[in-house]
């Protein structure tokens, strides 16, 4: 996600926000508690994270400001990096496949729509 981004945080600081998110809903994880990271804090809108980061220095805080659209965008550009290096690896793309059949599977538009058309034919009265 890191290269090419316009986040100013580094890989552990990501895990940390990612864990802090996840198991709390607040900006805390145990890496920031344990002092091995800054805590991130998000901008969003047309709010400025040069902005927000010299408020966040002011206060003499060990955080970093991130934007959320610099975030969203930063993620896609990981997948769609880490995609393009699979197609590379042809023994590393059946391994991602046979995990993604556990937890994706794909259907045609057509296929949900007969689905949906024979449940309410069944269910219909």
């Known amino acids: 996600m890191l290269p ?9 600081e990501l895990y940390g926000a990612r864990c802090g998110i996840l198991h709390t809903f607040t900006a805390d994880s145990d ?3 344990q002092g091995s990271i800054r805590k991130l804090f998000y901008a969003w809108g047309s709010a400025n994270t040069e902005a927000l980061q010299k408020s966040i220095d002011t206060l003499e805080k ?7 659209t610099d975030l ?14 699979l197609k590379g690896n042809p023994s590393r793309w059946n391994n991602i ?7 994706f599977v794909n259907m045609t538009p057509d296929q949900i729509d007969n689905y ?4 309410d034919e069944n269910n219909a009265g």
Do not use: M, R
């Not at 969203?72 to 290096?85: C, K, L, M, P, R």
């Open 116 to 119: 949906n058309a024979q449940w």
């Open 4 to 12: 090419g981004s316009d986040l100013n945080c580094t890989a552990l």
């Open 97 to 103: 496949a046979t995990g993604a059949g556990l937890w």
């Open 31 to 33: 890496l920031h508690a």
């Open 62 to 68: 060990p955080a970093g400001a991130v934007h959320i």
């Open 72 to 85: 969203i965008n930063a993620f896609s550009h990981g997948v769609d990096t880490y995609f393009e290096e």
